[in-house]
């Protein structure tokens, strides 16, 4: 009998897509590794994975507090039983009565329980110094979700012509992939190495018109602090893209979720929320989602799958057509979702948990600070090799 399914009548959008994170090099690696542990002999010993930012996997200590809060939400007797912190036990408590059956196992709303988002707009308030209707964030598993979500919106040819998406090259892969899985045109603008890797609008005005011939160009992606490139956008060059962006018309795609891996002195973070805001006028309402996720900063909570979005000066019909779809994934992971609220409402000073949570967060920080610059250095003694400060 012939097969229903086969590589000449699938989707041909996913035989386009390649995800190199977890593509043929790290399949090859992971098959290297196995001989290996057979035995085989090779001019090394140890495959080092370096495809992915997964920072327990790596050996990172996770946060007391998230954990602690985990341990309490997945088993309450704990938190009369256990020893634990009281902030720890308030915070537990208030979560598992904001679930369905005072249970982390039970359903939340599709956009994430209402307590944790209300937690993560106070965050953004916190952040930025400008307002943050809770109604706009959403919450979900990880921010790769939530990314591809919104891609999803564009998938509307016009014209005749696919929409199309810029991307900065290097990129993190999985906005090629996606794109590529939507059919969405990719949208190449270079970032400048010799310049720090430094984003210029002339590039961004040569993509966009080389773009427009085949292509419907309606989205930009801004990865900052960059992946895997380390930079950190300026805020004048923040406002310079935002201008961009109110030109033509664009969506922008706020990639933030390295937003606490600061390192360089003289760098600081700015969301594109803030810088837009505080330019006020026709740029205050460039229309914008940002992202951000408990996988990275100092949190490395990667499998957990926790990340929220913040949707600014989306029409209204649209966002509620957003949260339809979202609807059908049901809801995020109501785990992944505490380890958001632990993220967005730490331990404050004065509560008992405080001491330690500083203390882990700043160690966490200052490990991956002194190995950027370890990396950066060993790459810039090695012979034709150049590494740009991190």
Sequence with gaps: MSKALTVDNINPNILKLE???????????TEIMKELEKGVQKP??????????????????????????????????????????????QRSKEILDACGGQSVGSYSASHGIELIRRHVAEYIERRDGHPADWNNVCLSSGA???????????????????????????????????????????VSYY????????????????????????????????????????????????????????????????????????????????????????????YAAVELASFMSVSKGYMGECGLRGGWMELVNMEPAVQANLYKCISAMLCPTVLGQTAVDCVAKPPAPGEPSYPLWLEEKTAVLASLDKRAKMIADTFNQMEGFQCNTV
């Design 44 to 89: 090394f010993k140890k495959v080092i994975r370096a495809n992915i930012g997964d920072a327990h996997a790596m050996g990172q200590r996770p946060i007391t507090f998230i954990r602690q809060v985990l341990a309490c939400v997945s088993y309450p007797e704990l938190i009369d039983k256990g020893d634990f912190p009281e902030d720890v036990k």
């Design 191 to 282: 970032l400048d190495e010799a310049s720090n890797w430094g984003l210029s609008v002339a590039e961004l005005e040569r993509a966009l018109a080389d773009a427009q011939r085949a292509a419907n160009v309606r989205a930009l992606v801004v990865i900052n602090p960059g992946n895997p490139t380390g930079q950190v956008l300026t805020r004048d060059n923040i406002e310079t893209i935002i201008k961009f962006a109110h030109k033509h018309g664009l969506f922008i795609f706020a990639d933030e979720v390295y937003q606490d891996n600061v390192y360089a002195e003289g760098s600081k973070f700015y969301s594109f929320k803030k810088v837009m805001a505080e330019m006020g006028g026709p």
């Design 144 to 186: 790769s979700t939530a990314i591809k979500s919104v891609l999803q919106l564009f998938c509307n040819d016009l014209g005749g012509k696919p929409s199309g998406v810029m991307v900065p090259i290097p990129q993190y892969p999985l906005y090629s992939a996606s794109l590529a899985e939507y059919g969405l045109q990719l």
């Design 19 to 29: 995800y190199a994170v977890r593509g043929p090099l790290v399949i090859r690696a």
